[in-house]
């Protein structure tokens, strides 16, 4: 484990402690760049940690503290994400595979973060997830399936018996107050990033298949 602390965090607000963890990937040229821009305190951005293609792992933010990762969003109708979650940054630009070393660092980090705070598998979630149409990442190339497997995403379905699409989507956790095709875009970025066209009966099936 790296260190290169970042100004740019605050306490956790009234109390919160981390029950989420934010997927994100970094969009920059290298993971130094990244790196250089999550302690830079002019962008007033950070996360917790940051994972290079390579696998080394990056802390920048305790995880008791409050990063600067999530920005506006909701998850499971709880807002002020920042102070729920942990944030981590995986180095893609999101149009690329992730890596074998990649991946099997995030998983070893996700299982360690799970061992401190109550985190639940299906609260470990994407940015896009908690800001559906305003946020993209990890993006259609991570392997959400492959953390399912593992018990690290969310692992089951819902309860199938709902009225229609948005509550499905709602009672899965996308509770932020986006229009349906916002919605669709969202889950299907999750859950199916192939799917294209109109809503289907498959768009109610919000989980991965393990």
Partial sequence: MRHCPSPNFSPRRN????????IHYTAMASADAAIARLCDPQAEVSAHYLIDRSGPVTQMVKEDQRAWHAGVGEWRGLTDINSRSIGIELDNDGTQPFPEPQMAALEDLLQGIRNRWPVAASDIIGH???APGRKSDPGPRFD???LARQGLAAPVAPETQCDGFEHAAQRAGFTAPVDHA??????????????????TDDDLQLYHRV
């Fill in 128 to 130: 896009s997830d908690m």
């Fill in 182 to 199: 916002t919605l669709l875009r969202a889950t299907r970025l999750r859950f199916a990033p192939w799917r294209e066209g109109p809503l």
């Fill in 144 to 146: 959400w399936a492959r």
């Fill in 15 to 22: 109390g919160l402690t981390p029950t989420l963890i934010v």
